[in-house]
């Protein structure tokens, strides 16, 4: 067990709508980071907050937004789905942000799988 | 491009046949590189991080090797429950973020 904790686990969907995925990062935590591990593709970076702030921001589509509150958990927002959304997506969080010098070892939670019918 | 690639794509190994795993990167300011097992509609499990060159480190069966181009993921007489996606990542320059390789399917059987 990594210490990070999403919800739901399975979320089957149409066309069209939009769903929260919710994230609880390890305790002490400052950092969370959102990937999503499609069939086809590996693990992709979506977006990075730290301490309440975005730090980062990959691949990550116009129709999808996150956020981070002041109890450090974290919510990533997609709407107007499509098809191509279908994904397992991934809640990672580490005690750091950016910037610092060693190595900042990323822990991974299980994964919300979506599936866009 | 910055760019991480893992080979092969996929591996089949008997049991107690010894194999490695490789990870190749082209990044500029490498600040550690990770290794991660994943098995089927789970998370990524952490296994290693590796920060300079000529570092190793073990743990159980598995041993990861660093160079300033690539990195092994040594499997020493593999069991059946070694089997899984092994992925692997570089954290670079002053971002922290992490980019993955696609990873190399490891099948071990009896």
């Known amino acids: 067990d990594s210490g990070v904790t999403q919800t739901p686990k399975h979320l089957i969907t149409a066309t069209g709508q939009r769903v929260t995925l919710r994230c609880s990062p390890r305790s002490g935590d400052l950092s969370v980071y959102w990937y999503q591990q499609s069939l086809d593709q590996g693990l992709q970076f979506l977006i990075q907050?730290?301490?309440?702030?975005?730090?980062a921001k990959g691949n990550i589509l116009e129709r999808f937004s996150a956020q981070q509150f002041p109890d450090l958990h974290s919510e990533l927002n997609l709407s107007s789905l499509e098809l191509g959304d279908s994904a397992l997506y991934f809640c990672?969080?580490?005690?750091?942000?950016?910037?610092?010098?060693?190595?900042?070892?990323?822990?991974f939670g299980e994964g919300s799988w979506l599936t866009v019918v | 491009e910055d760019q991480v690639t893992q080979s092969p794509e996929a591996l089949r190994l008997q049991e107690g046949e010894s194999s490695s795993l490789n990870c190749s990167y082209t990044v500029s300011g490498l600040r550690g590189l990770f290794w991660y097992r994943q098995d089927p509609g789970k998370g990524p499990e952490f296994l290693f991080t590796?920060?300079?060159a000529g570092e190793e480190k073990e743990k159980e069966r598995l041993k990861a090797t660093l160079t300033k181009k690539e990195s092994f993921l040594h499997i020493t007489a593999p069991k059946p429950e070694d089997s899984a996606t092994y992925l692997c990542a570089v954290q670079y320059g002053t971002a922290s973020k992490l980019t993955f390789g696609t990873g190399t399917r490891l099948q071990v059987t009896l």
């Open positions: 990672a969080s580490s005690s750091r942000g950016q910037g610092v010098m060693a190595g900042n070892t990323i822990y």
């Open positions: 907050y730290y301490n309440g702030e975005e730090r």
């Open positions: 590796l920060y300079s």
